[in-house]
């Protein structure tokens, strides 16, 4: 099953550097800001609750679709390129084993423990 969740991930993967594509962007600002989406882990110097909540604020795929689609909605382009990142980014982590994280621990997330537990 892990496999295939992986797979799944990677074709999600895929489909955000094709809409990208669509974009007239450069792909520089794809490339340079691929992890900005990892700045919700400093979520953490606060405390693991608040940690949990910035992480999984910028790896929600279905915070990512809204800010696309109002992207289009509002003919911005910035926006869609903000909603691709973050679902391209959250596609990226999921292949890798990271899901979201649950409040109690960073290593304990939707998709099970992460690391060697």
Excluded: C
């Amino acid at each position: 099953m892990k496999y295939s969740l992986k797979l799944e991930e990677l074709a999600m993967l895929l489909l955000g550097i094709f809409m990208f594509s669509k974009l007239s962007l450069s792909w520089w600002f794809f490339i340079g800001l691929f992890f900005v989406p990892d700045i919700g882990i400093f979520g953490y110097i606060v405390n693991q609750k608040t940690g949990a909540f910035t992480y999984n604020l910028f790896h929600h795929k279905g915070i990512a679709l809204v800010l696309y689609f109002v992207g289009i909605w509002q003919q911005s382009e910035w926006l869609q390129f903000v909603g691709i990142i973050l679902f391209a980014h959250a596609s990226f982590d999921r292949m890798l084993g990271y899901g979201l994280k649950y409040k109690d621990n960073f290593n304990n997330t939707h998709l099970g423990k992460i690391g060697n537990q």
